[in-house]
């Protein structure tokens, strides 16, 4: 089994910056993709950013610029650097991780999203 903890959420004025974090643990052979979609109210769900192992990273369009996302392999974390935030950017935020991890029978792909963490910018 693989679980994602997430934390970083919080209010923030627009024009301001925000750090998420997402951490893996469980029986983790191998890390496929590690990314982060988000959902405001009232709209589905849609991919912010995403990185795979061999290092390509995706954004959407309307972050572009703005945020970064990043990994730290060791610690099988990822982070998402949130600037020049705007009120459109307010949504839960999850993270979510492809894996290749170990089973009682053998080794198995798993896609595990995290709880979500909730960004509200406003004045």
């Known amino acids: 089994q693989v679980q994602l903890v997430e934390s970083g959420g919080d209010l923030v004025q627009p024009g301001g910056s925000l750090r998420l974090s997402c951490a893996a643990s469980g029986v983790i052979l191998r890390i496929n993709s590690m990314g982060w979609y988000r959902q405001a109210p009232g709209k589905q769900r849609e991919l912010v950013a995403v990185?795979?192992?061999?290092?390509?990273?995706n954004y959407a369009d309307s972050v572009e610029g703005r945020f970064t996302t990043s990994r730290d392999n060791a610690k099988n974390t990822v982070y998402l650097q949130m600037n020049s935030l705007e009120p459109e950017d307010t949504a839960v935020y999850y993270c979510?991780?492809?894996?290749?991890?170990?089973?009682?029978?053998?080794?198995?792909?798993?896609?595990?999203w995290g709880q979500g963490t909730l960004v509200t910018v406003s004045s």
């Open positions: 990185t795979t192992s061999g290092g390509s990273t």
């Open positions: 979510n991780v492809a894996a290749v991890t170990l089973t009682p029978t053998g080794r198995a792909n798993r896609e595990v």
